[in-house]
C-alpha cells in the first residue's frame, strides 16, 4: 500500500506534506529519499500531519539529510491550508493553534475565493541569549558581533534563535557576489554552533525592504525560508537598519515580516498547492 502525499511550497520553499494520522510509517526514514529531486518526489522537507493534545493539530518537519527541524515557518504556512482546506481541522474564527517541536504556534489565514492563499503566522518571541540559540560564546546577552574566518574572509554574525538557531551576516556586498553554496556549509557546521545553524546573508537596500539568501541546516540552497525572513529583520532591528515592519526579498519571492523588538515576530505569505501523488516502494506512483 502506497502512501499519499501532497507536494506543496510557500515562496519557493517547497515541501512534501504526508498525514501522519491517517498511516504510521517511519517519517524520519523516510524523508531522505521523499525529498530527494532525482529519485524522489523532491522538497526541501517533510511535513507530517500528527495529533496534538495541546493544539488543534500538530506538526513535524524533517530535513532531506533526515534530520528532524524544530519548526519551519514557510512549512507552517502550507501546513496550515491544508489542515483547514483538506485536512478535517476546524479554525475558529480565521486562526489555528499547531504544536511544533519549538512549541505551540497560532496562525491566521485569508481566503480569496474561498481558498486560503495567505497565512500569518506568530512565530514565537525571538531567543537571543546564546546558550538558547545555541552557540557557544561567552555572556548572557545578543551576539552581535561574533566574528568567524571562513573561506578565507572573516564574518560577522548576529546570531538567533527563531525555535532553530541562525547566524546572520548583514552586508552591503551584493548577495549576487558570495558564494553561498561554499560557505553555507562551512558555516553550517562551524564549531561555535553545536548542534549546527541556518545562515542568511541580507542586504538592507532601505529600512522596509530586506534582501535575503539562506543557507538552511540539513537542506542545503533554498529559494525561501520562513524563519530565516524572521531571523534576518531580528537582525536588521538589532543593529539599528530596519523599521517594524518589512518586506523580505528571496529567491522564491517576498515574505511580510514584523517585529516591534521585543514580542512574537509575525510571518505572512503564500501557500499553495503544487500536485498529489502516491509514493509506493519504488517511489512516487
Not at 491517517?22 to 529519499?33: F, H, M
Not at 495529533?51 to 504556512?77: H, K, Q, T
Amino acid at each position: 500500500m502506497g502512501i499519499p502525499f501532497i507536494k506543496v511550497q510557500g515562496t519557493g520553499n517547497d515541501f512534501v506534506l504526508v498525514d501522519g494520522r491517517r498511516q504510521e510509517a517511519d517519517w524520519q526514514a523516510l524523508a531522505a529519499p521523499l525529498c530527494d529531486r532525482h529519485f524522489g518526489v523532491g522538497a526541501d522537507g517533510l511535513l507530517v500531519v500528527e495529533e496534538s493534545a495541546r493544539a488543534a493539530v500538530g506538526m513535524r518537519m524533517y530535513n532531506p539529510d533526515g534530520s528532524e527541524a524544530e519548526m519551519c515557518g514557510n512549512g507552517l504556512r502550507c501546513f496550515v491550508k491544508y489542515a483547514v482546506e483538506r485536512g478535517g481541522v476546524a479554525a475558529r474564527d480565521g486562526a489555528l493553534e499547531v504544536e511544533t517541536v519549538a512549541g505551540i504556534l497560532a496562525a491566521s489565514f485569508s481566503r480569496r475565493d474561498g481558498v486560503i492563499d495567505r497565512v500569518r503566522v506568530a512565530m514565537g518571541v525571538p531567543a537571543l541569549a546564546p546558550s538558547e540559540i545555541p552557540v557557544l560564546v561567552e555572556g548572557d546577552g545578543p551576539v552581535l558581533d561574533l566574528r568567524i574566518d571562513v573561506e578565507e574572509r572573516e564574518w560577522s554574525l548576529t546570531c538567533v534563535s527563531m525555535g532553530n538557531p541562525h547566524a546572520v551576516h548583514l552586508t552591503e556586498t551584493p548577495l549576487e557576489e558570495i558564494a553561498l553554496e561554499r560557505v553555507g556549509p562551512l558555516v553550517e557546521r562551524h564549531e561555535r554552533f553545536p548542534e549546527r545553524t541556518n545562515f542568511e546573508i541580507v542586504n538592507v537596500p532601505a529600512a522596509d525592504r530586506l534582501r535575503v539568501r539562506v543557507w538552511e541546516r540539513g537542506a542545503g540552497l533554498t529559494l525561501a525560508c520562513g524563519t530565516g525572513a524572521c531571523a534576518s529583520l531580528v537582525a536588521a532591528r538589532l543593529h539599528g537598519l530596519a523599521s517594524e515592519r518589512v518586506t523580505v526579498s528571496l529567491p522564491g519571492g517576498d515574505l511580510d515580516v514584523e517585529w516591534d523588538g521585543a514580542g512574537p515576530v509575525y510571518l505572512e505569505g503564500p501557500a499553495a498547492y503544487v500536485f498529489e501523488g502516491e509514493w509506493g516502494a519504488d517511489g512516487p506512483a
